[in-house]
């Protein structure tokens, strides 16, 4: 398997992976009923998703919330986790908790209970393409390559623009499921939807693209 020298889990390339889901959790959050919130912030690049009714809640609960959040953005996932949990167990029935929980459980090492969270989320939502995508990094964790794929395709048919989605995908198929042909497919659309270049995902693209004619000329040669 060949390395990157930048390579590490799919949501080490950006903070945005991580970010995202903070910020869908608190658009999807706790909030008045009578509320209809913001379109969530999905990717960097600002796409969006669609809007939902937020399920009402007390006062008390939000504010557990608000330091769920507090604790995801401080990387303090344990105690993010904590607090979540506490939600949920009020029956608080939230994607974004669900999603929130995913992402530290994911953080923590517990897959399972990682996968469990996720998929409620999105047996709530209806599915979103944030939750596809870190579903498929929990997958590709697990070394489930294929059903990664197939979760990071949900996440595209849902936003075709999500960056993120199309660089974990272009990750995979690239180290994991050694396709060149798709790896450069979406890297190449990963740097044509992000506002800046990313200098380190041009040297694996145009790595791709030599090996690519490499090939081909040894392929000329038989």
């Known amino acids: 398997m060949r390395k990157r020298s930048a390579v590490k889990p799919p949501w080490k390339h950006s903070t945005s992976l991580v970010a995202g889901g903070i910020v869908a959790g608190l658009l999807w959050g706790c909030a008045p009923a009578a509320q209809i919130p913001p379109q969530p912030i999905l ?3 600002g796409t969006q998703g669609a809007t939902a009714a937020i399920p009402a ?3 008390r609960l939000q504010k557990t919330f608000d ?5 995801m953005k401080a990387k303090q996932f344990h105690e993010a986790a ?3 949990e506490a939600i949920a167990r009020e029956g608080q029935a939230v994607p974004g908790v669900q999603l929130n ?3 530290a459980y994911l ?3 517990e897959h399972s209970r990682a996968e469990q969270a996720l998929r409620q989320a999105l047996a709530l939502d209806g599915g979103k393409s944030i939750t596809y995508n870190q579903l498929g990094i929990l997958l590709r964790r697990r070394g489930q390559f294929q059903q990664a794929r197939e979760a990071y395709q949900k996440a595209l048919t849902l936003e075709p623009g999500y960056p993120l989605a199309h660089l974990n995908l272009g990750i995979l198929c690239d180290l994991y499921l050694q396709n060149r042909g798709c790896a450069l497919s979406h890297y190449r659309a990963y740097q044509r939807l992000s506002a800046v270049a990313d200098p380190q995902v041009e040297l694996w693209i145009e790595d791709l693209q030599r090996q690519e004619y490499d090939q081909s000329s040894t392929e000329a040669l038989q």
Not at 67 to 71: K, T, W
């Open 43 to 45: 990717a960097e690049t």
């Open 57 to 59: 809640v007390d006062g």
């Open 67 to 71: 330091e769920a959040l507090s604790r």
């Open 82 to 84: 904590k607090r979540l």
């Open 101 to 103: 929980l995913g992402i």
């Open 107 to 109: 953080q923590l090492g």
